[in-house]
Structure formats: C-alpha cells, structure tokens
C-alpha cells in the first residue's frame, strides 16, 4: 500500500490503513433497550421508530423488539403501521442479516416492551401494552374495555410465524415490562397494573395506585399463575434475572 503525506504534517510520512468492518457483537445486549449495536441494521420509513427489547437465539443470532409509526423498513422489508404506533418484531443474523421482520398490534398505541427467548430453542415471547383490539399472528386479543392499556403476552416462531397471544388486565391499565426465560420453555413476567386485573383465572386488586406483577407463563404463552406485590402508592418492576 503506498505511503502518503499528511498536508497537516510536513515531512511526516505515515502507512495508510484500509479500514476494518467490525463484526456485529450481541454479547451482554440481551434485555437492553436497543435495537442493534455496532454496525447499521437500516430500519427506519416515513415515520418514527424505537428499538425497545432484545434476546439472543443459540445460533449467534437475535430478535430484536420496537414500535413504529408510519411505516419502517427493516432490511428488506417496509411495514405499515395500523394504528398510532404497532409493534416490529425482527430476526437479525449473527452476520447482521435480517432474517424476517413483522409488525403485530391494531388501531390503537400499541407496545412491545420486553423479549425472552424460549426455552433452547428460537422461539420466544414478547409482552407490553396495547389498547384497541390488537392482532398477533392468528390471534386477535380483544379491546380492553374503556381503552385503558391491557398486558399481552405473544409467542413468534423462529421462523417469524405467529403461534399464540394472550392478555391481562382489568378496570385499569396494565402492562408488561420484562420478562426471563426458564429452563423448560416457561418464562417470568413482570410489569404493572392500577386497580384489578384478571391474570387467568387469578384476579389481583392493587393496594394502591399501582402495583407490580410477577406472572409465569407456559411455552405456549398462557398464563399458568399470577402474584401482585406493592403498597400504597406506585408500584413497578423494569426488569428481572
């Protein structure tokens, strides 16, 4: 590679480098608030997009979690919002490839708030908030009554195939904001609520303005038990391990 003369530097000869493409590294990413790190994943449209939650796959590669509004393109695919804001949901290769990318959600705000893989294999199960009724693979979770924001649980295939949703919630508004992968494909919930929210069969009634849940869903999605915890005033959980 031929030297060159900086025009800052008279008589100072230094060897020119050819720049290094860093590897894309998910590494210690999972459960943080961020869409990709490291190198340009090219999301973006006519409208506004955030990246919200992240989970590593056994194969190096990610799903990554975030809303929109308007439209977004994520690698090769544009989307269109339904409503105030959807849900995109994406498979990123350890190559920093997109695999697949699709939008969950409905006419309303609607939120994906947290991501845990399921079990060892690629599949997983996203949670958040929505408001209007809100359509997940072949399912359509019902509005939540008065329009206050309702918990979803969601399970995607690894292949980016809907398999399953279901919600919580009650006379206030509820929402999910982390949750943890178990060994035998179950995961731990957690997020919020105000007044009551029905979990299953379980109803919990919050002590005060709004207290915290902690929920255990099947590998399938569904709610197998619920717990409350808080006091008086306000009441969150933002993450688990």
Request: aromatic share 4%; with cysteine; glycine share 20%.
């Amino acid at each position: 590679m031929p030297e060159r003369v900086p025009p800052s530097c008279p008589g100072r000869r230094v060897r020119a480098r050819a720049a290094r493409r860093r590897a894309p590294a998910f590494e210690g990413l999972e459960g943080r608030r961020v869409l990709a790190a490291g190198w340009p994943l090219g999301a973006g449209g006519a409208g506004v997009g955030v990246g919200d939650a992240i989970a590593m796959l056994p194969d190096g590669s990610a799903v990554v979690v975030g809303r929109f509004e308007g439209t977004a393109t994520v690698g090769t695919t544009t989307l269109s919002s339904a409503g105030a804001s959807d849900i995109v949901i994406a498979r990123i290769g350890a190559d920093g490839a997109v695999a697949w990318a699709i939008r969950a959600g409905g006419a309303g705000m609607d939120e994906g708030l947290a991501v845990s893989r399921v079990g060892t294999g690629s599949a997983v199960i996203l949670t958040g908030s929505y408001d209007t009724s809100a359509t997940f693979g072949p399912i359509t979770l019902a509005a939540p009554p008065g329009g206050a924001k309702r918990f979803f649980a969601a399970r995607v295939e690894g292949d980016g195939t809907g398999a399953g949703a279901t919600a919580a919630g009650g006379g206030g508004p509820s929402h999910g904001a982390a949750g943890v992968a178990l060994a035998d494909g179950s995961s731990i919930v957690t997020g919020g609520f105000a007044e009551t929210a029905s979990f299953g069969s379980t109803l919990l009634a919050s002590a005060g303005a709004s207290d915290l849940f902690v929920a255990r869903l099947s590998p399938g999605g569904q709610i197998v038990w619920a717990r409350l915890a808080g006091v008086t005033g306000n009441d969150t959980c933002t993450s688990l391990a």
